[in-house]
Structure formats: C-alpha cells, structure tokens
C-alpha cells in the first residue's frame, strides 16, 4: 500500500472528514512530513471510492460552498486493519536485527 492511501484511511479511521480536515489531518499523522495538495488528495479520494473502501459519508452547503465529507468504509477498515499487522510484523523484524549484536572482524593485518 502506497503510504497516501495508508494516510487516508487512517486519517478516516476514527471519524468522518471532509477534504480541507483531511489535508489537515494527514499532516497531523505524518508529523508535518506529509501536505497533501488539493488536487492529489482528490485524485485519491476518487481511487478509493471506485474501489470501495470509503463511502461518502454527507454532501452539505457550508457557507455557500458545498461539503462532501467521506468515511471509511468496512473493505478499507479490513485493508488498514491488514495493513497495520504487516507494517507491524516488519517493524519487529527490523527491531530484531537491529538488537542483534554483530561480532567485530578484526583484521589479520592490522
């Protein structure tokens, strides 16, 4: 999984968002390292709603301009949910090498 979609799907996890909160959100998730632009967050949120794994959760006017406001749907809450465990089994295999203490090579000619 691409990390924007991961960013997506976790930024709607735990509640619904509409565009501008997502942008907000995923920046939030990734430490500021991640600023979705309007135009790839779009492109995005129209993949996942092809395949299924949001939903449009509220169209709405706000302030004259209309809201869609999207939620993840039960596919995308099972793909991150496998997601999460794979990114988990390989964050303990990095943590197990790196524990693993190396023997030092010495050189015969030194």
Known sequence: MQEPTRLLLTALADAPRHGYALIQEIAAISGGRVKMRAGTLYAALDRLLDQGLIHVDRDEVVDGRARRTYA????????????????????????RRLSVVRPTIRRAFA
């Open 72 to 95: 993840l749907s039960e596919p995308g809450r099972t793909l991150l949910a496998e997601e999460t465990e794979r990114l988990r089994v390989l964050v303990a295999e990095a943590e």
